[in-house]
């Protein structure tokens, strides 16, 4: 059984890993908002999904409208993103987002694994959890995107 304190540290971690991992790949200066526990529900309509296992289990869940992800990839590869391209695009961000996570995770002595992502569109309700925490992320002249961290038992 975990320690509070133990489970406290691993969700710094968790948050702190995401952080760095989003400041180094998306090229627009961004701007986070508090983080905040969420509820027993995430309800959305455009997002991608990494599941992750090992020393933590649970998925990160990057969610917005798919113009702000569009916006990101051009910025990223120097042309607009559409249809395949640009869903093709999200599942790689979540994967770059998540991997380097994972990296900053294994710095700080929790090993863990991601899983492959899953691109979720149209009205989506996520359950199943045990506790998430929100952190929205303002993109300078973009839009926003929101962040969900939702940990397994």
């Given at each position: 059984m975990i320690k509070t304190t133990e489970k406290s540290s691993s969700?710094?971690?968790?948050?702190?890993?995401?952080?760095?991992?989003?400041?180094?790949?998306i090229p627009?200066?961004?701007?986070?908002?508090?983080s905040q526990p969420h509820g027993s529900k995430v309800l959305f309509e455009f997002g991608v999904l990494i599941g992750f296992t090992g020393g933590m289990k649970g998925k990160m869940l990057l969610t917005g409208e798919s113009e702000v992800f569009?916006?990101?990839?051009?910025?990223m590869f120097g042309m607009p993103l559409e249809g395949e391209m640009l869903s093709?695009?999200?599942?790689?961000?979540?994967n770059m987002i998540a991997g380097g996570m994972a990296t900053y995770l294994s710095e700080q002595g929790i090993v863990i694994d991601i899983t492959s992502p899953t691109l979720l569109e149209g009205q989506t309700t996520l359950t199943g959890y045990e506790n998430a925490l929100q952190v929205p992320v303002s993109l300078e002249n973009t839009g926003e995107i929101k962040v969900y961290l939702l940990q397994d038992a």
């Open positions: 969700n710094t971690h968790l948050l702190n890993g995401t952080i760095s991992s989003m400041a180094s790949i627009i200066p961004t701007e986070l908002q508090d569009g916006a990101i990839g051009e910025k093709s695009f999200c599942g790689e961000l979540g």
